[in-house]
């Protein structure tokens, strides 16, 4: 139909000729509304927005010749992370000669993640970067 004519259409009934499809061959138009097309859009947008998680990274810092007692409490804390659906990142930092007991770092970071798993599973296994050594755990999901 001539765009005039569905100007004059979409004038009598007091709503707009708004392009659905302007690349088409021919363009396809609709007649609708378009502050009442704008307004349920953005009110579909804003539920979207409030129904989804945010999943916030929180770090865990250790060394890694740390004491029994340290390690159980950093373990608590990331517990609590775990438990509002935080992800944890657990770093072993190496200064120095401890950069040559990569192996020592390891450890730590297993028995770690042994500690939290009953909240908790490995979502990036122990890996080195630069001087630290991190790993990722993600909550339990029941």
């Not at 609590?80 to 657990?90: C, I």
């Not at 007991?101 to 908790?120: P, Q």
Request: some cysteine; proline content about 5%.
């Amino acid at each position: 139909m001539p765009i005039k004519k569905a100007l004059e259409m979409a004038f009598d009934r007091k709503l707009d000729l708004v392009k659905v499809a302007p690349n088409a061959k021919p363009p396809v138009c609709r007649i609708m509304d378009y502050g009442k097309y704008k307004y349920e859009l953005a009110k579909k947008e804003k539920e979207a927005r409030k129904n989804q998680k945010v999943i916030n990274v929180k770090e865990v810092r250790m060394t890694p010749n740390i004491e029994e007692h340290d390690l159980n409490v950093k373990a608590r804390r990331a517990i609590d992370f775990l438990k509002n659906g935080d992800k944890v990142k657990v770093s072993v930092r190496f200064r120095g000669r401890e950069l040559g007991h990569t192996d020592a770092g390891k450890e730590v970071l297993i028995n770690f993640a042994e500690l939290t798993s009953e909240h908790g599973v490995i979502d990036k296994h122990p890996k080195m970067e630069g001087r630290n050594m991190i790993m990722y755990l993600v909550p339990k999901t029941e």
